[in-house]
């Protein structure tokens, strides 16, 4: 059998942590990881103490159908970049890359053309963050370069996400 390679491997353990999440429609799992090493982790639920999408049996954006990009604050959910971004300090971030890995909550499949929503790419512009990389299949994923976020800054109003 061939060796898993890198980013396969943390994509694979961002994997692991998004069953974690917590939200009824989509759960993403983040991992931070700077020189070979995991500095962070985070995924998506609610903020700590409040009622969790899954405990309520609801999720408001679900429930109301709300399309894809739209209208994040319905949600109770901290995103999963969100947590690992404040589980880490910024000196850690400057430079590092974010493996994320989306499932939807209903199918279990990974989210296609996943990428992070505009609130999202503007924590991990001013976390220092270089690179996103971003699973699409269980052995394939796109790499982004935050540059590109910053250049073209209007994919920081209107996005994809969760
Ligand atoms: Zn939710
Ligand atoms: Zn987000």
Redesign the pocket.
């Known amino acids: 059998m061939d060796r898993r390679d890198k980013h396969n491997y943390y994509l694979d353990i961002a994997e692991t942590v998004l069953e974690r999440g917590?939200?009824?429609?989509?759960n993403y799992g983040s991992i931070i990881v700077k020189n070979d090493e995991i500095i962070s982790t985070g995924y998506?639920g609610a903020p700590r103490g409040r009622t969790?999408?899954i405990d309520l049996k609801?999720?408001?954006?679900?429930e109301l159908n709300v399309p894809r990009g739209t209208h994040y604050e319905?949600?109770?959910?901290v995103h999963s970049e969100a947590n690992a971004i404040i589980s880490a300090s910024r000196k850690d971030m400057i430079g590092a890359t974010l493996y994320l890995v989306g499932k939807d909550a209903n199918t279990g499949e990974f989210v296609k053309d996943a990428n992070s929503c505009a609130m999202c790419k503007r924590l991990i512009i001013n976390a220092g963050i270089e690179m996103v990389v971003i699973r699409d299949t269980k052995n394939e994923f796109r790499i982004v370069y935050v540059d590109e976020w910053i250049n073209k800054d209007d994919s920081l109003s209107t996005q994809t996400g969760?």
């Open positions: 917590t939200c009824l429609r989509r998506t969790n999408c609801k999720c408001r954006r679900e319905l949600c109770r959910s969760y």
